[in-house]
């Protein structure tokens, strides 16, 4: 009898994610090529109440020549979300990667102005549509200095506020974030991230909220996760966990789910960290190939972690 009512309890704890995410969203990152793997969309319908595509708001994906706009997969990711009641967050404007060739060769104002046309372009098709941008991405090299990219090559810094600048523009009630990885201790990657903050707050830039990637592994979960989280919210903004798996790195899956749930905790413990989204939710289509890091594994089978994350969150 004790049997059958363990049981039960964790089918009933094993319910769905967004039916216990009150205070913060409970997100995974999609792609539209695997929606028509039943298992996967049943999966992301019942469980999530935020998606992020995965590549399909890229530069490189929406506007591979000049001029030329393919918005059919994120449109598709779009709708999947609208008809479940997600929120969707986009991502992303500005990038060191992905940048199709045809934008590489560029420079200077021509560089600019093209920089400006492609965000008012993308947010204006989505307006209305989309919660929150990540409007800058990974900008940060691990010291604290800045990446060299094409963007900081031509402009230094002043391209990211420019960039917030035409975001709000083409859309004022999307929430507009920067995001980046690394970034979730207090080092010199997160704190260079939060004096750009500060600085871009200080100078009324329309910026929303910072994105904590998270990619982490068991035993590598930041003790001042929370801590850092909170002095992020001190300056005005939100904070999100943005791009979350964390690999079993050697160790049990009940390691990993104990894992999953104290990141949850960081995020419910700190006012204004408004949501968590998962980078993928099953292994079958993770980025990660080299270790098991999500929630769900190759065969959609729960791993304790999903186990965890409804119990955190009630």
């Known amino acids: 009898m004790k049997l059958i009512i363990l049981f039960a309890l964790i089918g009933s704890i094993a319910a769905h994610f967004k039916d216990h995410a009150n205070k913060i969203y409970i997100?995974?990152?999609?792609?539209?090529?695997?929606?028509?793997?039943?298992?996967?969309?049943?999966?992301?319908?019942?469980?999530?109440?935020?998606?992020?595509?995965?590549?399909?708001?890229?530069?490189?994906?929406?506007?591979?020549?000049?001029?030329?706009?393919?918005?059919?997969?994120?449109?598709?990711?779009?709708?999947?979300?609208?008809?479940?009641?997600?929120?969707?967050?986009?991502h992303t404007l500005v990038w060191h990667s992905q940048v199709p060739s045809w934008v590489s060769g560029l420079s200077g104002d021509t560089l600019h102005q093209t920089m400006i046309s492609h965000i008012t372009n993308v947010v204006t098709h989505?307006?209305?549509?989309?919660?929150?941008?990540?409007?800058?991405?990974?900008?940060?090299?691990?010291?604290?200095?800045?990446?060299?990219?094409?963007?900081?090559?031509?402009?230094?810094?002043?391209?990211?506020?420019?960039?917030?600048?035409?975001?709000?523009?083409?859309?004022?009630?999307?929430?507009?974030?920067?995001?980046?990885?690394?970034?979730?201790y207090t080092n010199a990657k997160s704190n260079a991230l939060y004096?750009?903050?500060?600085?871009?707050?200080?100078?009324?830039?329309?910026?929303?909220?910072?994105?904590?990637?998270?990619?982490?592994?068991?035993?590598?979960?930041?003790?001042?996760?929370?801590?850092?989280?909170?002095?992020?919210?001190?300056?005005?903004?939100?904070?999100?966990?943005?791009?979350?798996?964390?690999?079993?790195?050697g160790q049990s899956q009940d390691a990993q789910a104990a894992a999953y749930s104290e990141v949850i905790k960081d995020c419910l413990s700190v006012n204004g960290c408004v949501g968590v989204t998962i980078w993928g939710f099953t292994d079958k289509y993770s980025w990660i190939s080299s270790d098991t890091a999500c929630p769900w594994d190759s065969n959609y089978q729960a791993k304790p972690a999903v186990a965890a994350i409804e119990a955190a969150l009630q």
């Open 195 to 249: 004096n750009l903050v500060k600085e871009l707050k200080s100078q009324g830039v329309p910026i929303h909220g910072v994105g904590f990637q998270s990619h982490l592994a068991v035993g590598q979960i930041p003790s001042d996760f929370a801590t850092n989280l909170a002095r992020f919210t001190a300056l005005g903004v939100d904070v999100a966990i943005t791009e979350l798996d964390i690999k079993q790195n």
């Open 27 to 90: 997100g995974s990152a999609l792609a539209p090529d695997h929606l028509s793997d039943s298992q996967y969309s049943s999966i992301a319908a019942a469980e999530f109440n935020s998606l992020t595509p995965e590549n399909e708001m890229k530069w490189d994906a929406v506007e591979p020549s000049q001029g030329n706009y393919n918005y059919g997969p994120a449109d598709q990711l779009v709708q999947f979300g609208q008809q479940n009641g997600m929120k969707i967050r986009g």
């Open 126 to 184: 989505f307006k209305g549509s989309i919660y929150a941008w990540d409007v800058v991405n990974e900008i940060f090299n691990e010291d604290g200095s800045y990446r060299s990219s094409l963007w900081y090559n031509n402009f230094q810094t002043s391209f990211v506020a420019d960039a917030f600048q035409a975001a709000a523009a083409a859309d004022p009630s999307a929430k507009l974030y920067i995001n980046d990885y690394n970034v979730e």
